[in-house]
């Protein structure tokens, strides 16, 4: 007999649905983020420029981003998302 802790087949599943949305994404590259946007992401919202990079992104592809960062899915409600999300 195996006993598996369902918590745990949970985080194996978001991490599953995050690797194939990435691998969707990323099929035809990764494409290019517009430099205006960024900046205007930073400076309206005094986010970083690293996060802002990946935020633009999603929103030029039209898809949500998935992280762990509270501070992006509180500043980002319309495009951040945590995994658990999609899972839910």
């Known amino acids: 007999m195996i006993v598996v802790d369902t918590s ?4 194996l599943l978001i991490a599953l649905v995050a690797m194939l949305l990435a ?3 990323m099929e035809g590259g990764s494409g290019r983020v517009d430099d205006d ?7 309206t919202t ?3 420029s690293y996060d802002a990079e990946y ?3 999603a929103m030029t592809l039209a898809v949500p ?4 960062d509270r501070a992006l899915t509180r500043i980002f ?3 951040a998302r945590t995994p658990r999300t999609i899972v839910d």
């Open 23 to 25: 691998y969707r994404i």
């Open 46 to 48: 005094r986010c970083s």
């Open 8 to 11: 745990v087949i949970a985080h």
């Open 65 to 68: 981003l998935l992280t762990w």
């Open 77 to 79: 409600p319309e495009i």
């Open 55 to 57: 935020v633009a992104m």
């Open 37 to 43: 946007l960024v900046l205007t992401l930073c400076t």
